[in-house]
């Protein structure tokens, strides 16, 4: 139960791109589609903007997709806002057990 | 509207013993499994434990096994979190969780409620 692996922090301008990695192992991220995306600012609750890899909830913007290659996952955010500006963390279902990421800051300059 | 609010925490000596409570409104409790999800003053997420929708199953992360047991009473509408032999290292900020009725999400989080473990 060895957390993911994620970048503590990236930076971007508003509305220019940027994508967040979270690598795992074959026990997790490379071995199930269940891998979600968590936005959490600060003193509040986190909340989930892309789960089973690439679906969005109702309501998160359409700005915001994942995907997934091998073991490693990907969150991307599209047309930056300084909204957007908070951390954020993957997780992935790893049988029985749930990991998350070590969280990664997004700072929109 | 979905609402889960926990309640329970407080300060507790090491080796001391502690039961967090979410009491969840706004949906059908019973048909949901239940996590419990922690996060350590200024640092990540961790997940804790789950508890399948009727109670039968229930798992641990490795740091808490043996220590802490999840239950929940479906009549109650509520989830419970018995932590025993408390550590320092189990100070955090305890969330309770709903999983998506398709699994494997959360997609509804409780407040949080603060367990500080200090002698």
């Known amino acids: 139960q060895s957390a993911l692996t994620q970048p503590r922090s990236v930076s971007g301008s508003p509305g220019q791109s940027i994508t967040i990695s979270c690598a795992g192992t074959?026990?997790?991220?490379?071995?199930?589609?269940?891998v979600s995306w968590y936005q959490q600012h600060p003193d509040k609750a986190p909340k989930v903007m892309i789960y089973d890899v690439n679906k969005r909830p109702s309501g998160v913007p359409d700005r915001f997709s994942g995907s997934k290659s091998g073991n490693t996952a990907s969150l991307t955010i599209s047309g930056l806002q300084a909204e957007d500006e908070a951390d954020y963390y993957c997780c992935s279902y790893a049988g029985s057990s749930w990991v998350f990421g070590g969280g990664t800051k997004l700072t929109v300059l | 509207q979905v609402q889960l609010v926990e309640s329970g925490g407080g300060v507790v000596q090491p080796g001391g013993s502690l039961r967090l409570s979410c009491a969840a409104s706004?949906?059908?409790?019973?048909?949901?499994?239940m996590h419990w999800v922690r996060q350590a003053p200024d640092k990540g997420l961790e997940w804790v434990a789950v508890i399948w929708y009727d109670g039968s199953n229930k798992y641990y992360a490795d740091s808490v096994k043996g220590r802490f047991t999840i239950s929940r009473d479906n009549s109650k509408n509520t989830l419970y979190l018995q932590m025993n032999s408390l550590r320092v290292e189990d100070t955090a900020v305890y969330y309770c969780a709903r999983e998506t009725s398709s699994g494997y999400v959360f997609d509804y989080w409780g407040q949080g409620t603060l367990v500080t473990v200090s002698s």
């Open positions: 706004g949906f059908i409790f019973r048909t949901y499994g």
């Open positions: 074959s026990s997790d991220v490379g071995g199930y589609n269940f």
